[in-house]
C-alpha cells in the first residue's frame, strides 16, 4: 500500500492523522498519509515530531522506500513501541520546512538567472547551492546577478504545480535542466513546478506559493570549480 504525500498537494500542511502500514527493519515507521517530505532531489527530509498512545517522539528524516511510493519517518531512537495498525499523528517542525520551501523556490530563480545546465545542488535551512555547466564562463559578475535575483523575486509572480506524462516530458525535455538527476520515472506522472511567467521545470520538492515570500536573499559567492563549471551560493534571510 503506498504512502499518500499529502505535501505535493499542499505543502501548507503541518500536520495530519495517519495509519500506520509498515515497520521497516531499522524502525523506520511507514504511514498511509504525511506531510513530511522525504528527502531527495537535493531537499533534506523533514524533522518533526509523531504523536502516539499518549506520548510524543521527534522525528529525525523522513526517507523513500525502494520503490518511491512509501515513505518512513525515522524516530530519533528504533525503540519507539509503535506497531503496524496504531493511529498516529505527525507535525512538522514548521519553521525548518518553510526555510527550506523558500531556498528551494529561490534556487528556481537562480536558474533564471544563470540559463545554464544544472550539474549538482542542495538546499539547505536559508541557503543553497547550484552548480553550472557555463560555456566561456570567465569572470562572472556576482553584484549583477545578485540584483536581478532580487528582481524576480519581487515580481511576487505565484508558483504553482500539475502533473505530466512521462510521454509529455519526453516530447519537451528541455524542461529538464539538471545533468546529473532526472526526474523520477514510472509512477505515470512527473510533477511540473511553475514560477508564472520565469520558470517551469519537473521538481517533487516543496515551495512557496509566490516569489515575494522568498524574502531577502543574496549571491553569497560564485565558486569556480573547472574550467566551465560555477557553483552559486545563495543565502536567505529572516
Known amino acids: ?111 533564471v538567472v544563470f540559463p545554464f545546465p544544472v550539474t549538482g545542488g542542495s538546499v539547505g535551512v536559508a541557503e543553497g547551492r547550484l552548480d553550472f555547466d557555463i560555456p566561456d564562463a570567465g569572470d562572472v559578475d556576482r553584484d549583477a546577478a545578485h540584483a536581478e535575483l532580487a528582481r524576480l523575486v519581487a515580481l511576487d509572480r505565484p508558483v504553482t504545480s500539475r502533473n505530466l506524462t512521462d510521454a509529455e516530458l519526453d516530447a519537451n525535455p528541455g524542461l529538464v535542466k539538471t545533468m546529473m538527476v532526472q526526474p523520477p520515472r514510472g509512477t505515470g506522472t512527473i510533477r511540473l513546478v511553475s514560477i508564472e511567467g520565469l520558470d517551469l521545470q519537473p521538481c517533487g520538492g516543496t515551495h512557496v506559493r509566490s516569489t515575494a515570500e522568498i524574502g531577502r536573499i543574496e549571491i553569497t559567492r560564485i565558486e569556480k570549480k573547472g574550467a566551465k563549471n560555477r557553483r552559486v551560493r545563495i543565502a536567505l534571510h529572516a
Open 1 to 111: 500500500m503506498p504512502t499518500r504525500f499529502l505535501f505535493r498537494d499542499d505543502a501548507y500542511l503541518g500536520s495530519t492523522e495517519a495509519s500506520v502500514i509498515a515497520i521497516t527493519p531499522d524502525g523506520g515507521i511507514v504511514l498511509d498519509q504525511t506531510v513530511f517530505y522525504a528527502q531527495g532531489g537535493g531537499q533534506p527530509g523533514d524533522q518533526g515530531v509523531m504523536r502516539a498512545k499518549g506520548r510524543e517522539f521527534p522525528i529525525t528524516n523522513a526517507v523513500y522506500g525502494a520503490e518511491r511510493t512509501e515513505i518512513a519517518h525515522l524516530a530519533a531512537s528504533p525503540d519507539h513501541g509503535i506497531a503496524v495498525g496504531d493511529r498516529v499523528e505527525v507535525a512538522l517542525d514548521w519553521a525548518r520546512r518553510h526555510a527550506l520551501m523558500r531556498a528551494h523556490t529561490a534556487l528556481h530563480l537562480v536558474s
